[in-house]
């Protein structure tokens, strides 16, 4: 649904706003969304690392990829090669789909939600976002949901500078909190 309205009208618009010379490739585009989902109790317990397997899988309908720790860091109790996180990376059809629930689901269901800051962009133009309870996702089963999980969320863009990547979200539907 997404790919088709980018396909038909924002491509257009966006040639008409950056004054492209009717060159479609360099367009700002969405190249992959990577969701990171943070669980710390997973070295004690393999219940827990199940739980949020389950939940990951059903927020983006893709397994997970199991990070775990490189170096061993006493300090904060880590031993080598212990899971620390999982992490999908979406494109295509998938990561388009996940794009248009977050937009128009999700972000919305925030509270107090007055739109998403605009200077979470990155000097590549990627931007980044931190949504606090993984609850708010309409696939995640309460009853099942033993911890509240924060889910970072990278926009991987392929634009030249962040007032492009600002102009495709924008394009996009991405809700941007109103400045005065």
């Not at 926009?155 to 909190?177: C, H, Q, R, V």
């Amino acid at each position: 649904m997404l790919k088709n309205i980018i396909q038909t009208s924002i491509k257009q618009d966006l040639i008409t706003k950056l004054g492209k010379d009717k060159n479609v490739l360099s367009l700002p585009r969405l190249t992959k969304i990577v969701i990171n989902y943070r669980v710390a109790e997973a070295r004690e317990s393999q219940e827990t690392l199940n739980a949020a397997i389950e939940e990951i899988t059903a927020i983006t309908g893709q397994k997970p990829q199991l990070c775990k720790a490189k170096k061993a860091v006493a300090s904060f109790k880590i031993r080598q090669n212990d899971p620390l996180a999982l992490k999908v990376t979406l494109r295509g059809e998938r990561m388009y789909d996940f794009v248009e629930k977050l937009f128009n689901l999700i972000l919305p269901r925030l509270r107090d939600f007055k739109g998403m800051p605009a200077n979470a962009f990155d000097d590549a133009g990627n931007y980044n976002l931190t949504i606090k309870d993984q609850t708010l996702f309409p696939e995640i089963n309460l009853d099942k949901a033993n911890k509240i999980r924060s889910v970072q969320i990278t926009m991987n863009i392929n634009a030249t500078s962040k007032d492009e990547a600002k102009m495709l979200l924008s394009a996009l539907g991405f809700p941007f909190e109103k400045t005065n």
